[in-house]
């Protein structure tokens, strides 16, 4: 028996995920009175410059890790971020369309934005309620809870003891930690282009282990 008990250090359980939720790389900029091209009603922005700077970032950061797989959304600006992560592990890019941004109805395609600088009362009232459904046509807060919490479980559950990349938005990140922390739907909504959070999966229990790492990017 040893005569000294060092302090606890975590390490997910046997058959756990772990999984590391990258946030795209900054996008196009909206223009008024244009709309993004749309996938399945959703805008679907190329990265801008800037955007593929924070995806090289993002590759040299995690090109070291013993990541097996890397998860994308069906909206491009996820597959861009993710290609130099790819191509430096020499992993093929699995879509994962349940894990695609929150549908955004009426103001999808760029209007949002400007909705949102302008204070526009449906956007005043949805971050006061916390509630997206509050957006003229947009999924309600609930439906996109259920559907992350559901694709990040069928992914952790086909890559047990495995560390995962999941390249996707900052509604996804917000609503992903709100459902492994129990916090309020929008307390974690603003997840930085590039950022990476972290997420430890077994069976039906989410472990938030870190939120918004923007190391990488400084």
Known sequence: MSDEARQHRFVPAKGAADLL???????????RGESFPLVDGHGDPALRPEGEAQARAVAERLGGEP?????????????????????????TLMTEPDLREVFLGDWDGGAYRFHAAEGHPA????????????????????????RVRDALLRIARAHPDERIAVVVHGGVIGAAMAVATGARPFAFNGAANGSISRLVIRGDEFIARGFNDCAHLE
């Open 67 to 91: 990541i097996t797989a890397i998860y994308v959304t069906s909206l491009r600006r996820t597959h861009q971020t993710a290609a130099p992560l790819a191509e430096k592990l020499g992993l």
């Open 123 to 146: 956007f005043e009232k949805a971050r006061a309620g916390e509630e997206w459904g509050e957006i003229p046509g947009a999924e309600t807060t609930a439906a996109l809870h259920g």
């Open 21 to 31: 939720l990258i946030r795209h790389g900054e996008t196009e900029a909206a223009r």
